[in-house]
């Protein structure tokens, strides 16, 4: 009964640390943070982003950054990850995309979704998923493997065909796709 009565009185205050977060002030912000790095865990995530999202003085979108960066829960993934995988997020993609690959989290099992972002966006998002790919650990599933030489492949294709790429993001893809095949012999 004891451990209910402290998980409630945990959520109750969580809630009432994101409540402050949302206010949107830049002390409230900071000192949230400071709060969720010893109550917290992987539920905030998306809520800080949010606020993230909606706009921030630059010292609390810094203090925002550090927390996401300090994360070193591996189920953060995945709600980093929707975050990515979200278009209503494109303004907080590129500094999200530098936490991670500063984080000590492995995100090896996302190379397929990296490689997607790669190819779907512009040169510097390109740069940011190769740094990240460069950095996972693996082992990767010759699956995940298989699925993002796939993506390049059909990048590739299109790029053949209508030449509409900058021709910078189209090296950048290339030492993704090179990256890929040193991972592919690896699986085997």
Not at 32 to 59: F, Q, T
Not at 100 to 119: H, L, M
Not at 173 to 185: G, V
Request: with cysteine; aromatic share 6%; net charge negative.
């Amino acid at each position: 009964m004891a451990s209910a009565e402290r998980a409630e009185e945990r959520k109750a205050k969580i809630k009432a640390i994101l409540k402050d977060i949302n206010t949107g002030e830049e002390k409230k912000i900071i000192d949230g943070l400071k709060a969720l790095k010893v109550n917290g865990d992987d539920n905030v995530i998306a809520p800080i982003i949010d606020v993230w999202k909606k706009g921030v003085s630059p010292k609390a979108e810094k203090e925002i950054i550090a927390f996401i960066g300090d994360i070193k829960s591996s189920s953060s993934a995945q709600s980093i990850m929707d975050v990515l995988l979200d278009d209503d997020y494109q303004e907080v993609h590129m500094p999200l995309l530098t936490t991670i690959w500063n984080s000590k989290v492995d995100y090896s099992e996302y190379i397929v979704d990296f490689v997607s972002i790669a190819v779907h966006n512009d040169f510097m998002v390109a740069l940011e998923c190769l740094t990240i790919i460069e950095n996972m650990e693996g082992p990767f599933e010759e699956h995940h493997i298989l699925d993002a030489e796939i993506i390049l492949r059909e990048f590739a294709e299109n790029h053949n065909e209508n030449k509409t790429e900058d021709e910078k993001k189209v090296a950048m893809i290339l030492e993704i796709s090179n990256l890929l095949k040193t991972f592919d012999s690896q699986t085997m």
